[in-house]
């Protein structure tokens, strides 16, 4: 059974930074890209980038350029996502979500969200 | 990057009904490579076609994909009770990964 297991919600100060955690159990996990989806409250999804945890290599949407790191812990099965410089418009439900072995693929399983709070 | 719009905005039908879901991308989709996923309020998105007309595993056959290029639709045959969410289309095939804006189907 494929589960994504994410960290719990987060406040943060306008400037901060935040990482949120997603513990993958039931595949191999250098098997499949991840990525990383958010959704701003009452809003729609946005795609942030995806890592590929065999290796590490990434690709950010332009948007999140220079403020967003994603790193992998392969002995814990671990996917982060590192958001920097935070601005109130950072205050959504981040999700990560298991792809496939391939780039260009879609989301298969999806990770419960965590909140994340950007206030002063 | 590929913008996604998607319309109706809103679409109420009653329990029984027809849904047709319309997504038009701004430039063609690179190997038709559009999934469609559904989201209920708290919950994370749920992955119903992929590859235009793939249908996930798991997925009820009254859930259809088809489209090709720049416009692709996702019907859903006859709307069961938990079918009323919105509905996200995506398209994978050039990189940034955009969504849609939702068309949400509510009960009539």
């Known amino acids: 059974q494929v589960q994504l297991v994410q960290s719990g919600a987060e406040v943060k100060k306008p400037g901060a930074s935040v990482t949120v955690s997603c513990k993958a159990s039931g595949y191999t996990f250098t098997s499949f890209y991840i990525h990383w989806v958010r959704q701003a409250p009452g809003q729609g999804l946005e795609w942030m980038g995806i890592i590929n945890p065999n290796g590490g290599d990434t690709s950010y949407s332009q948007k999140f350029q220079g403020r967003l790191t994603m790193t992998t812990d392969t002995s814990t099965s671990t996917v982060y996502l590192e958001l920097s410089s935070l601005t109130y418009e950072d205050t959504a439900v981040y999700f990560c979500?298991?792809?496939?072995?391939?780039?260009?693929?879609?989301?298969?399983?999806w990770g419960q969200g965590t909140l994340v709070t950007v206030s002063s | 990057e590929i913008v996604l719009t998607q319309s109706p905005g809103t679409l109420s039908l009653s329990p029984g009904g027809r849904a047709t879901l319309f997504c038009r991308a701004s430039?063609?989709?690179?190997?038709?490579?559009l999934a469609w996923h559904q989201q209920k309020p708290g919950q994370p998105p749920r992955l119903l076609v992929y590859a235009a007309s793939g249908r996930a595993p798991g997925i009820p056959d009254r859930f259809s994909g088809s489209g090709s290029g720049t416009d692709f639709t996702l019907t859903i045959s006859s709307l069961e009770p938990e079918d009323f969410a919105v509905y996200y289309c995506?398209?994978?095939?050039?990189?940034?990964?955009?969504f849609g804006p939702g068309t949400k189907v509510d009960i009539k």
């Open positions: 430039q063609s989709v690179t190997s038709d490579f």
């Open positions: 995506q398209q994978y095939g050039s990189s940034p990964f955009t």
């Open positions: 979500a298991r792809g496939s072995e391939y780039f260009y693929d879609s989301t298969y399983w």
